[in-house]
C-alpha cells in the first residue's frame, strides 16, 4: 500500500491501468503504469530484505533502498542492509489531504439477467458520505453479500446499533429493511435488504467483492479523513473490541480479523488518515491459521491513561534519557542505558519544544526482525515532482554480462537510447540541492560519457557556477574517456570517475567479458586522471569459469599499477537471459543459485575452488593497497577485523549473521576518508 495525499494505492492496481506500455527510466526500459501522473516501473525480479516493524506491518526492501530513521536524537536515512534490530524508523501519519467526496459514478446500476418479481427503485448515493461508509464498514465487518447472485444483503448487529443501522439505511436508501431473530442467541438480531439494486450498487460503485469482502474498497481509499472515519467506525462496532478499564490490566481498543492482509490494509488506512494503529497476531488459533488484531492507538487509548506510554506517546532517544531534578522541578538530559520505549512526547515538548523528533505527522516503530526472502518483484514509483534524478540516460555498451542485448531483442525500437538536454538534467540537480543539504551526489548511467560532444559542449558549457562546490561521481569507459572529457567534468566538480577493468588479463576481458580494451590503453586514461586530480575507482570481477590463479593475479598487479583510489571486488554471476548467462546454462555449468555477488560463486570453476574464490575475494582489497597507500591498507584491515569480530559475536549470540556487505561497505565510503 503506497499511501499519499490523493489516496491509498495497492500495486495491481496501477500496473492493471498501463500494463503494455513501455518506457525508459533510470537507464532501463519496462513495462509501468500511472496513477495521478506518479509513474511505477518494474524493476525485475531482486533480493529482498523482510523488516518486521512494531506497527506489524511488513516492509519488504531491496538491500539498496534507503529508509528514515531515529538516531542519536535526530531523523537519519539508512539503506535497507545497515538497519539493525532496535532501529526505530519512521512512520509517517495522516497524509490524507482528499477534499472532495469520492464519486460513485451514474446512479443507476446495471441489473443481471435474472427474474425481478416486487422490483422496486430506491435512491441511491452519487458520493461516498459518512453514512455510506459506516454501512460499508459494518458491512464487510458483519455483514454478507451472497455469491450466488440473490439480489439480498445480510448484516448481523447488536441492538444498542440497530437504531443507529435503521437511520442510516433510510437516510442513504430510503429503505426499511427487515428484521430476524438468531435461533441460537438473543444478543443479536439479522437486518435483511432485500433489493437486488441496492446489492449491485454496494458491489459494482462501492467496489465490495462478494468472493472476497475482506478487502478496503477504492472508494475508501480515496475519500476524505471523516469518510475514512466513518468507514473504521463501522468496522469496529462490527468486529471491534473495546477492553475494560481496570488497573490490573489495559490494552488498545481493536479490530479482529481472520486476515493478515486486511489487517494490514486496515492498519494503513487508519495511519493514512490520521489514526495511528499497529498490527498483532491473535492468541486464538482459527482452522486457516490465527486471528489478526488491528490495535488503535489515539486518544481512546487505555494503556496511556494508565501512565504506561504506547506506540505514538515515545519518542526513541538512544542512551540519552530526561531527568526532572527534584529540587527546582526542572528537566535535564542524562546518560543511562539504552531506553527500549524511549521519553514520552510530552517530557521531551516541555524540555525542547521544537525537536526534530517531534514534526507532526511522525511516529517512531522499533525494527523486531531482518530476514532475507530471496528474489521478489520490485516496482520503483516516481512521484512528481521527484527528487531522483539520472542524466544521460541509459546503458549504452554490449558486455557479455550485462542485460543490454537482450533488452534490445525485447524492446526492438529504434531509439533505444535517448538523452536529456543538458538544461534539463541540470534543473533536476538545482532542485535537489534547494531543498536538501548534500556535498556529494552520483551519476549512476552506465556511461555518462557516451556523448563527449554532449559532455563538452552542452554539460560542462552550461553547469553553473552555483553547483561546482558538490562533488559528484560518474561511471565511464576506458574507450569513451579523452583529456577534453576529463578535463571538462573536472571543471564541474567531479572528483570520482569509476572505470570497468573487470580483469587483468586482456584475453580473459575480451573473451569471456567482452571487453576489447588493452591494458595500456587503461593506464593511459588513469594517467590523464591523475594529471588533471581525477581520483579513480576499479570494477574487478573473480570466478569467470577458466580463469587461473595467475589471471587472478595479473588483476591484482594491474590494479597495484593503477593505483585507484577505490576499489571493487565481485564475483561473477551470470544473469539469466544475458549472453555469458545463457552460455553457462548450455554448458550446465551453473551449480546454484545465489542472491548476491559478494558471497560466494554459482558457477562450475575448472581451475578455481569455491574456497579459493571467497579467500581471494575477502583480501583482495588489502593486496592492492597494500603497495601504494598504507593509509588505505590500514583502513581495510580495521574493517576486516571488525566484520570478523561482528559475525563471530552474532553466530555466539544466535543472532543472524548478515550477507557479507565488503563490498556495499567500499561503495559508501566517502571519498578521503
Not at 475514512?228 to 479482529?256: E, K, Q
Not at 490520521?274 to 490495535?295: C, D, E, H, I
Not at 578535463?487 to 567479458?513: H, I, Q, W
Not at 574493517?639 to 556487505?661: C, E, I, Y
Amino acid at each position: 500500500m503506497i499511501a499519499m495525499p490523493s489516496g491509498l494505492i495497492r500495486f495491481d492496481e496501477v500496473l492493471m491501468t498501463s500494463a503494455t506500455q513501455c518506457s525508459i527510466c533510470d537507464g532501463h526500459m519496462h513495462h509501468h503504469g500511472e496513477w495521478d501522473g506518479n509513474e511505477v516501473v518494474t524493476k525485475g525480479m531482486r533480493f529482498c530484505l523482510k523488516i518486521e516493524c512494531e506497527h506489524g506491518v511488513p516492509l519488504l526492501l531491496t538491500p539498496d533502498h534507503q529508509v528514515q530513521v531515529a538516531a542519536e536524537r535526530r531523523l537519519v536515512w539508512k539503506r535497507a542492509d545497515e538497519l539493525y534490530v532496535g532501529d526505530h524508523v519512521v512512520v509517517a501519519v495522516g497524509q490524507n489531504a482528499v477534499q472532495t467526496e469520492y464519486q460513485l459514478g451514474a446512479p443507476k446500476v446495471s441489473l443481471p439477467p435474472g427474474p425481478r418479481t416486487n422490483y422496486v427503485e430506491h435512491q441511491l448515493p452519487k458520493t461516498m458520505t459518512p453514512d455510506l461508509a459506516w454501512i460499508t464498514g459494518l458491512l464487510i465487518a458483519d455483514g454478507s453479500i451472497p455469491s450466488d447472485g440473490r439480489g439480498s444483503i445480510q448484516i448481523a448487529t447488536k441492538k444498542r446499533s440497530e437504531s443507529l443501522l435503521m437511520e442510516k439505511l433510510a437516510a442513504c436508501f430510503g429503505v426499511q429493511p427487515k428484521i430476524l431473530s438468531f435461533k441460537h442467541t438473543q444478543l443479536a438480531r439479522q437486518i435483511w435488504i432485500h433489493s437486488r439494486q441496492i446489492r449491485e450498487f454496494f458491489v459494482q460503485h462501492v467496489g465490495v467483492d462478494p468472493k472476497d469482502k475482506l478487502r478496503v474498497p477504492v472508494s475508501i481509499r480515496r475519500s476524505p479523513k471523516s469518510v475514512v472515519h466513518a468507514f473504521l467506525d463501522g468496522l469496529m462496532l462490527g468486529d471491534g473490541h473495546w477492553p475494560v478499564i481496570s488497573p490490573r490490566w489495559s490494552s488498545h481498543p481493536y479490530l479482529t480479523t481472520i486476515s493478515p492482509l486486511f489487517a494490514q490494509e486496515v492498519c494503513a488506512l487508519s495511519m493514512w488518515a490520521g489514526r495511528p494503529a499497529k498490527v498483532q497476531r491473535g492468541n486464538r488459533r482459527l482452522k486457516g491459521g490465527y486471528s489478526w488484531r488491528v490495535m488503535f492507538c489515539d486518544e481512546s487509548c487505555w494503556t496511556d491513561l494508565h501512565g504506561k506510554p504506547c506506540l505514538t506517546r515515545t519518542v526513541p532517544t538512544g542512551s540519552r534519557l530526561i531527568y526532572r531534578s527534584r529540587k527546582s522541578g526542572r528537566l535535564f538530559w542524562r546518560t543511562g542505558l539504552a531506553s527500549r520505549s524511549g521519553v514520552t512526547r510530552s517530557l521531551l515538548r516541555e524540555l525542547e519544544p521544537q525537536h526534530e523528533l517531534l514534526q507532526d505527522g511522525l511516529i517512531f516503530a522499533a525494527v523486531k526482525s531482518i530476514k532475507s526472502v530471496g528474489d521478489h518483484p520490485v516496482y520503483d514509483m516516481h512521484v512528481h515532482p521527484s527528487h531522483l534524478f539520472t542524466a544521460s540516460g541509459v546503458l549504452c555498451h554490449n558486455c557479455a554480462f550485462c542485460t543490454l542485448p537482450t533488452m534490445r531483442k525485447m524492446y526492438p525500437v529504434k531509439k533505444f537510447v535517448r538523452y536529456p538536454t543538458a538544461e534539463r538534467a541540470i534543473a533536476e540537480i538545482e532542485a535537489v540541492a534547494d531543498r536538501w543539504t548534500f556535498s556529494t551526489w552520483v551519476a549512476d548511467d552506465d556511461v555518462f560519457t557516451h556523448q563527449p560532444d554532449w559532455i563538452i559542449n552542452e554539460w560542462a558549457a552550461k553547469y553553473p557556477d552555483r553547483l561546482r562546490h558538490l562533488k559528484w561521481e560518474m561511471n565511464l569507459r576506458v574507450e569513451t574517456a579523452s583529456e577534453e572529457v576529463i578535463r571538462a567534468v573536472v571543471a564541474t566538480g567531479c572528483a570520482l570517475a569509476k572505470f570497468g577493468l573487470e580483469s587483468g588479463d586482456p584475453e580473459l576481458r575480451k573473451n569471456v567479458y567482452d571487453r576489447n580494451i588493452t591494458n595500456e590503453q587503461t593506464a593511459h586514461v588513469f594517467a590523464l586522471c591523475r594529471k588533471h586530480g581525477l581520483k579513480a575507482h576499479t570494477f574487478n570481477i573473480l570466478g569467470a569459469p577458466d580463469e587461473t590463479r595467475q589471471q587472478v593475479w595479473q588483476t591484482v598487479r594491474m590494479n597495484q599499477k593503477l593505483r585507484p583510489e577505490r576499489v571493487q571486488i565481485s564475483i561473477l554471476v551470470p544473469y539469466p537471459g544475458t549472453p555469458l548467462g545463457d552460455q553457462m546454462e548450455r554448458e550446465g555449468r551453473i551449480l546454484k543459485h545465489v542472491d548476491n555477488y559478494f558471497s560466494e560463486s554459482p558457477v562450475k570453476l575448472a581451475h578455481l575452488k569455491p574456497w579459493e574464490v571467497k579467500l581471494y575475494f575477502r583480501f583482495f582489497r588489502l593486496m592492492v593497497y597494500a603497495t601504494y597507500s598504507p593509509r588505505l591498507a590500514w583502513q581495510e584491515i580495521v574493517g576486516l577485523w571488525r566484520r570478523s569480530v561482528r559475525d563471530r559475536a552474532k553466530r555466539l549470540l544466535g543472532l543472524r549473521v548478515t550477507k557479507d556487505r565488503y563490498d556495499l561497505e567500499a561503495e559508501t565510503t566517502r571519498i578521503g576518508e
